[in-house]
């Protein structure tokens, strides 16, 4: 099935541990999003990728990396976990402006 | 500060009834502007979109109308059905591939 999709789909980590989340797009999408979704907050952007090789802050980079390993994929990760990033995770692509994003199916995160 | 104003955060409609829900934003450089719905469970996905050069787009029950003079956009649901109860998004983004700016959300629900 094309799509985005995100692996895994729930995860409990305790603080200071780390992990990746990861995203895959099979639609020749050029950009890659990852967004954070909480309760009254709405989507908040976290890393993005305009295309392969660069990758921008977004609203709320602290505590995340990113790395676009290359067109399909783009990863996130957190290197010491808090209670703070307790959260869904969204990752997106697209392929340009007029088009919509394809959002995968999410993370939920517990920490 | 917060980009993309939405409002109410939740909704409560009567089957047939119509949903309206509205966006307020404050950069001019804005010239994209989607609503996404997004069910219990999943990802949101795109339901309507519009550029500023129209002040209205409708498909099927689905219409946006956009008031560039005001810097507001809201969305229309007609005859709204039990199965139209999800969370909506608004967004707004500007030229040049630049990242889709959300609203917080609103929580539709249809009651029959």
């Known amino acids: 099935n094309a799509g985005v999709t995100q692996t895994p789909k729930f995860q409990v980590l305790k603080t200071g541990q780390s992990m990746t989340l990861q995203c895959a797009q099979d639609?020749?999408?050029?950009?890659m999003y990852w967004y954070r979704q909480d309760p009254g907050m709405g989507l908040r952007l976290i890393y993005y990728?305009?295309?392969?090789?660069?990758?921008d802050k977004g609203e709320v980079p602290n505590g995340y990396n990113v790395s676009r390993l290359n067109k399909r994929e783009f990863s996130l990760r957190l290197e010491s976990a808090a209670p703070s990033q307790t959260s869904v995770y969204f990752c997106?692509?697209?392929?340009?402006?007029?088009?919509?994003?394809?959002f995968g199916s999410g993370t939920r995160l517990t920490v | 500060q917060q980009q993309v104003k939405q409002s109410p955060q939740s909704l409560i409609v009567q089957k047939g009834g119509i949903s309206i829900i509205n966006c307020a934003y404050e950069n001019t450089a804005f010239d994209y502007f989607p609503w996404y719905q997004q069910f219990p469970g999943k990802g949101p996905a795109l339901l309507i979109a519009?550029?500023?050069?129209?002040s209205e787009k409708k498909e099927g029950r689905f219409t946006i109308s956009f008031n560039k003079s005001a810097k507001q956009f809201s969305l229309h649901i007609m005859d709204s059905q039990p199965g139209d109860s999800a969370t909506y998004f608004c967004a707004a983004s500007m030229s040049g591939n630049t990242p889709l700016v959300f609203g917080k959300g609103t929580r539709l629900s249809v009651i029959a």
């Open positions: 990728s305009a295309s392969e090789g660069t990758t």
């Open positions: 997106a692509s697209r392929t340009g402006q007029v088009y919509g994003y394809t």
């Open positions: 519009i550029r500023p050069d129209v």
């Open positions: 639609m020749n999408h050029n950009s």
